[in-house]
């Protein structure tokens, strides 16, 4: 598997991330992902012997257990991982469990550090932007993280174009560390970043990392257009979605992956990776999985490239709705 630099930094990770978020079945993530300590061991094992070194999980991710099941399963291992892992979510009933306050990044970093069963994060990530937190604390806090050595890079998740801005100009200026990631939601159903969040990624160099690259298993081929939706799957029930997207285009999007997939003998699922390996900005595509079977099928992303006529006809079937003043800046700039 292709190795690509974190963003800026010079450390290499591979082009697919695996994501521990079904690790665990606690609390509200029951529903995500029940995968226990032995088949985490599994596909953990699986997915470094497929050309894996890049790990993501959270410390609300079932309640701190995804965190400790990883930390197990990459045992001796770890020294070859890049792991990542994120704060913010609340981790507690208090009022400072929760948030991006200096008290609370501390704390969390200790309790991950100790759940993950390791002494340093490689990429630790603020979860999403804290409206009441100033940036100067939380960036200040994250840096002195990095100078005492419990974490080598900082990431962002789930932020504004304006708020990812102010906090890089915040870190310029007061020389502090900068984040080298951003991950968000991105793919050929959920392509809302390319208004303002890739061209400010590529201007800054920072890495994009793409969670739910699937639409939460939609773009895998099971989910079709008049057919019945599968049982036990985290999109049975359309009603009751966190992600929210325009099925019906999907369906189009999906009949195109089917196409193009039987182009290269590979799946629907796998064209819908490659289309986000192909995309400007894009460092790590962090892929989830229940079974090694949905593993083994993503793995083979990596063995394959999508022709850029093809990347072209995705684009052209998935592109969203410009809003303003996108539209107005482009038609500008084609006079320059
Ligand atoms: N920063 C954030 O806010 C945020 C948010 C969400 C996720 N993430 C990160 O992104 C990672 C991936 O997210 P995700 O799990 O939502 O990704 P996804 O790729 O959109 O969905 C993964 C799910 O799709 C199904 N699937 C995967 N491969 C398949 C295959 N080959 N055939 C059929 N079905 C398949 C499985 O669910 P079913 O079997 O249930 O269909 C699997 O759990 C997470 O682990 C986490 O690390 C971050």
Known sequence: MN?????NSGVRVSELCFGAMTFGGKGYWTGIGQVQQKEADELV???????????????????????????????KKRKDIVLATKVRGRTGPGPNDVGLSRRHIVDSCNA????LGTDYIDLYQVH???PRTPLEETLRA???LVRGGKVRYIGASNFAGWQLMKALAISERQNLERFVTLQAFYSLIARDLENELVPLSLDQGLGILPWSPLGGGFLTGKYRRGRPRPQGARRSDPANQFLQFDEEKGFDIVDELERIASNHRATITQ??????LRKPGVTSVIIGAKTNEQLGDTLKTADWEMAPEEVSRLDEL???PRAYPYWMLEGM???R
Do not use: C, H
């Open 318 to 320: 998935s592109r969203p």
């Open 142 to 144: 994250l840096d002195d």
């Open 271 to 276: 064209a819908a990776l490659n289309f986000l």
């Open 45 to 75: 094992g699986m997915a470094i012997d497929g050309g894996i070194n890049f790990f993501d999980t959270a410390d609300v991710y079932s309640e701190g257990l995804s965190e400790q099941i990883l930390g197990k399963a990459l045992g």
């Open 112 to 115: 991950s550090l100790m759940r």
């Open 3 to 7: 190795t690509r630099f974190l963003g």
């Open 333 to 335: 700039a084609r006079d």
């Open 128 to 130: 999403s932007f804290d």
